[in-house]
């Protein structure tokens, strides 16, 4: 079976220099909040060009403590996107706050920044954009929005590491940026894995006492926090890997290059603005046809996904929010057609030519 990522060919091309990180790890006997996780804390905080960044135990934990740090809580509400991963609004109703949804963009499957400020009200306290598949959230305006209502953003940069509008990278515009280090995201750990970008050391300090137990240290606990922290051994796998994402990304591209020469045009494929470089964490296509495709490209051993096949506002666990089918007309079609097709830095043309000839004779 064609997986839709394929772990294993990266891991082959990186194994020795893993494997020797890790063995040094275990050596040291050190593995909580060692060298490796604030070196790797500060060569992504270079990366991204922030103040600090702050390593976590998930994407997830990265959301709910940013938002914590932030103060948002019960009464307080949040604007976000309906189509995307679930974590993004279970972080916002752990601290107690009220998610509210804005429809997205389907060229992009970002938030439409035209849907937003309608949905601001006094309760308000913040923007949480996600960069959906690896193509950047409309920065600019959400910033320009934000700005003008006293607002704070919190990206939800979990499918775009690396990925940029005009040279500034996601994760560096908003008061935090949220990163998930899932093995099968661009820059994946061999576990959970997160990391939170910030630009203001006060947040900082907030979030590295959350992170471990509400704790700056000597077992002195100044508030109630978790016990989130970066694992030392997956530090030193994503070092190894940091060096090489934008390798991964520029690889990305180029498959996703072939697919949309290839594929028939009555599909719609993704869509790069301009001045953004997606780096595509999926290729996702949209069609009417999607189960035709998707059991044609299962019977012939290739893996396809759906992310996602219900959009948030019509989740059962959700529906104490009182939204209805229709209210999100554009995240709603996604669901019922979006597909993603096999995508990582390996992936070989011949193989894509296959995927995308039996694409095309189901698609016609």
Do not use: W
């Not at 194994?15 to 070196?39: P, W």
């Not at 796998?237 to 028939?264: F, G, H, P, Q, T």
């Not at 780096?279 to 290739?302: A, P, W």
């Amino acid at each position: 079976m064609v997986p839709m990522v394929d772990l294993s060919r990266q891991f082959a091309e990186i194994k020795d220099e893993v494997c020797d990180s890790i063995t040094k790890i275990l050596e040291s006997a050190h593995y909580i909040l060692g060298q490796h996780v604030q070196e790797f804390e500060k060569k992504v905080s270079e990366y991204i060009r922030t103040e600090d960044a702050i390593g976590v135990a998930s994407g997830t934990d990265a959301l709910h403590l940013a938002i914590e740090a932030l103060g948002i809580g019960e009464g307080d509400e949040v604007i976000t996107t309906p189509f995307t991963f679930f974590a993004t609004v279970e972080s916002i109703i752990y601290t107690g706050a009220r998610p509210v949804f804005a429809d997205i963009e389907l060229d992009t499957f970002n938030i439409d920044c035209n849907s937003i400020e309608e949905k601001i009200t006094p309760k308000t306290r913040a923007i949480l954009p996600v960069h959906l598949f690896g193509h950047p959230a409309d920065m600019d305006r959400v910033m320009d929005i934000a700005k003008k209502h006293n607002l704070y953003v919190i990206e939800d940069c979990a499918q775009s590491f690396g990925a940029n509008i005009n040279g500034k990278k996601t994760g560096g515009y908003g008061e935090a940026g949220c990163f998930s280090f899932y093995p099968s995201k661009n820059l994946g750990a061999y576990g959970d894995g997160g990391l939170i970008t910030v630009n203001d050391r006060g947040l900082s300090e907030s979030i590295r006492a959350l992170r471990n137990h509400g704790s700056r240290g000597s077992y002195i606990h100044d508030t109630v926090g978790f016990n989130s922290r970066l694992d030392e051994i997956q530090a030193g796998i994503l070092l190894v890997k940091l060096k090489r994402i934008d390798d991964y990304n520029r690889k990305r591209r180029e498959k996703a290059s072939v697919y949309s020469m290839l594929l028939d045009r009555s599909l719609k494929l993704p869509y790069e603005k301009d001045g953004t470089y997606h780096v595509y964490n999926q290729y996702t296509i949209m069609t009417t046809k999607r189960e035709t495709i998707q059991k044609g490209l299962k019977d012939n051993g290739i893996s396809s996904v759906v992310y996602y096949p219900r959009p948030l506002h019509l989740q059962e666990a959700l529906g104490f929010l009182g939204y209805r089918e229709g209210d999100f007309p554009n995240a709603e079609k996604a669901s019922r057609e979006v597909l993603s097709l096999p995508m990582y830095p390996e992936l070989e043309e011949p193989l894509i030519k296959k995927i995308a000839k039996i694409i095309n004779n189901l698609a016609s």
